[in-house]
């Protein structure tokens, strides 16, 4: 089981970009997927979270700018960034608890980061 994220990219300041996360492998069922990200020198941070319920936290950075959704039949997260700024520069990272088939336990799975710059 894996997760694989896209999307990511320079772009100028007010653009937008569209950040897509992939769960690939046996999997039974996911429960919460989130975003987070990491920008230099800093500690990996939430950008915001989904429940299977469709239940979501956004940081209060990221209000009315970022829309996080989740397409459970294609078991794929979204993050829509609009108005990006310089300080939304970071290395952004989906994370998924995800029950492999055979398994009777969910597991915290990583994807690799995507990089988000956006220049000053």
């Known amino acids: 089981v894996q997760l694989q994220a896209s999307g990511g990219g320079l772009v100028q300041p007010r653009g937008s970009l569209r950040l897509s996360c992939a769960a690939s492998g046996s999997i039974f069922g996911i429960n919460g997927m989130g975003w987070y990200r990491q920008a230099p020198g800093k500690q990996r941070e939430l950008v915001a979270d989904?429940?299977?319920?469709?239940?979501?936290n956004y940081a209060e950075s990221v209000k009315g700018r970022f829309t996080i959704s989740r397409d459970s039949a294609k078991n794929t997260l979204y993050l829509q960034m609009n108005s990006l700024k310089p300080e939304d520069t970071a290395v952004y990272y989906c994370?998924?608890?995800?029950?492999?088939?055979?398994?009777?336990?969910?597991?915290?799975?990583w994807g690799q980061g995507t990089q988000v710059t956006v220049p000053a």
């Open positions: 994370n998924a608890a995800i029950r492999p088939d055979r398994s009777l336990y969910f597991e915290t799975i």
């Open positions: 989904i429940t299977r319920g469709g239940r979501i």
